[in-house]
Nanobody, 128 residues
Framework: QVQLVESGGGLVRPGGSLTLSCETSEQIFSTYSMGWFRQAPGREREFVGAVRYNDGTTNTLHADSVKGRFAISRDSAKNTMYLQMSGLKLEDTAVYYC???????????????????WGQGTQVTVSS
């Protein structure tokens, strides 16, 4: 059974920073692409970013809406993926989900349908 456990959500003021974590098993972490998605109330789930490690090369992909503010990283010693968020805006408020999938093409990493495994989500609220 694949488990993805997110943590790190919370309440932050506009302009602030927050780091989300997603921990999984070594098998999933070493062989699957992993991504972050978010869903705000009344809106569809949207891609935030993703990371893939293959043959010594790490590829990352970020949504245009978060480029320059959010950064994805991975720690193989902890089997954990991170989403470092800075310059947070009110519109970043959402439930953030971690996902994993066996994705071979980088351009497919932004599609939620490519990810069969999902975490439970963690709430990020940006408010003054």
């Amino acid at each position: 059974q694949v488990q993805l456990v997110e943590s790190g959500g919370g309440l932050v003021r506009p302009g602030g920073s927050l780091t989300l974590s997603c921990e999984t098993s070594e098998q999933i972490f070493s062989t699957y692409s992993m991504g972050w998605f978010r869903q705000a109330p009344g809106r569809e789930r949207e891609f935030v970013g993703a990371v893939r490690y293959n043959d010594g090369t790490t590829n990352t992909l970020h949504a245009d809406s978060v480029k320059g503010r959010f950064a994805i990283s991975r720690d193989s010693a902890k089997n954990t993926m991170y989403l470092q968020m800075s310059g947070l805006k009110l519109e970043d408020t959402a439930v953030y989900y971690c996902a994993a999938g066996q994705i071979t093409a980088i351009y497919k990493m932004s599609s939620s349908s490519e990810y069969p495994y999902w975490g439970q989500g963690t709430q990020v609220t940006v408010s003054s």
